[in-house]
């Protein structure tokens, strides 16, 4: 239900585009409008949502870690696992941001013989580390069509992604991997049970959507070429503020970058954020330093408390006369 | 609304910013000038029509694939007849078709390509035209 409709809104989108630029004409609205929308709702969002984030106290530190916790000197304390300061933390993080280290870990879960076992599964790590690392190259990639002059490394950048020269124009493997990867991780949530139990809407559409921007894109570049020249000219227009609609930018263009626009401006308010919540994860940016340092719990307000020696001092006559032994005479 | 670490959740929307906005902040103040390749060499100037292999949209966006094409048919199936869109013969060549008509590699070729930083590995072995 959720894949199904997650398609349809995809394909809808598509049909949107291809409509507006091909019957309606509206060039201008698909080629700088909506992608003006798109940054600013994207900027603003994914500020937003930080701000959400850091209003929320995390009062404990939250040490769900794999290793030993710094601790007495003759027992060895995991630095990176259970980092007791900051250098530690930030190893872990770039750990975890550039290698997916967590992820790493994954594990499944099977009914053998009536027995639970687990057992090691790093496709989901590979093919998210696969996906993740080319969408990154893909988009710098990309900052040839931004800029001007465009600086030499990212021609370094190109001749290693298209060193196989296979074809003209030349094959770029991270295009492959990209829409092989997505396309795993999509067979993957029809194709596992529990996966398929668990996934929504909003787990397929972005990987129909970026499944979407990487066939336009493919397409574009080996099979219904544009006119790359005044396709530049477009999107300089748009990132000198002085947008305009050259002649000869194909139909598939407009349909490419739309999809870009929808998931730009849909990126805040989905999943996709956890580009910016990685960085905000308790689990991975606190130090465990609990035994060094006293945390305060900032929510804690000043608590009316009757002590059994305030208690004693106020009966103390009455519970003498009774009978109760007290404390202090 | 309290934020929490401000300092640190401050320099993190800075970089955000900074990266978020950085095709527009690289392009600030620069005019960038449309790429304007140059048709007046000698043997374009000689002819009376004045044409390319196909017509001029075609081979903007495609003549990658064409040279692609005329590669493969030159060296796997050794044919070297092209025939044009107006029924003209070329002899499908980089170096001694494409390159007479466009002697002037740096202003033209180029010109595009630097562009859109594409750097055709061609000349790696075929010889183009010498220009001062
Ligand atoms: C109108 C501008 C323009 C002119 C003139 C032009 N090119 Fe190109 N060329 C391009 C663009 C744009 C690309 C990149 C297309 C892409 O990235 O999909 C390209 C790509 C190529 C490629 C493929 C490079 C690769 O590694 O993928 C070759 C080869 C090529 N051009 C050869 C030539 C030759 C030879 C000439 C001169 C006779 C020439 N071009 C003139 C715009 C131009
Ligand atoms: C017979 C001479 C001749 C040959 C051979 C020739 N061209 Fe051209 N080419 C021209 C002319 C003339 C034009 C301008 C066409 C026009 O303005 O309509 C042109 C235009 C072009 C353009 C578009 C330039 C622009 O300003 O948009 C490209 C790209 C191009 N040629 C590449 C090539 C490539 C690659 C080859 C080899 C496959 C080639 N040409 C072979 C004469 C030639
Ligand atoms: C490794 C060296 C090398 C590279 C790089 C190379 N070629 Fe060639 N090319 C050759 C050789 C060798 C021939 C065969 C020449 C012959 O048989 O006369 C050839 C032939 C051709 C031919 C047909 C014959 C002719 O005279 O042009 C075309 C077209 C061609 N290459 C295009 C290209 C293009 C376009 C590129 C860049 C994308 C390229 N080549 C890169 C070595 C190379």
Redesign the interface.
Known sequence: MGALLSLSTALILVLIAFAGVKEANLHFLFGAIIPYIA?IT??IG??YR???W?????PFRIPTTCGQQKSLPWIKHSKIENPSGTLGVIVRMALEVLLFRSLFRNLKTELREGKVVYGSEKWLWLAGLAFHWSFLIILLRH????????PAS??LL??FDGFL?I???RLFITGIILLASVSYLLFRRFYIPQVRYISLANDYFPLFLILGIGITGVLMRYFI?????NT??LI?GI???KPEIPE?VGGIFYIHIFLVSVLFAYFPFSKLVHM?GV?MSPTRNLSNNSRMKRHIN?WNYPVKAHTYEDYENEFREKMKKAGLPVEKE | MKIYDGGKIFIGIIIFLSVATSPFLFNMGKATAKPDPKLDTPEIQKMKKKQCVEPKEFMRREHMKLLNEWRDSVVREGNMIYIGVGGEVYSMSLQSTCMKCHSNKKKFCDECHKYVAVKPYCWDCHIAPKEN
């Open positions: 940054i994207f900027i994914v500020i930080i701000l959400k850091a209003s929320s106290p995390v900052f040839r069509l931004f800029v001007d002059p465009v990212l021609h190109e001749s020269q074809g003209m124009p070429k544009v006119d790359v020249v530049k000219h300089m990132f000198t503020l000869g910016a960085f900032p």
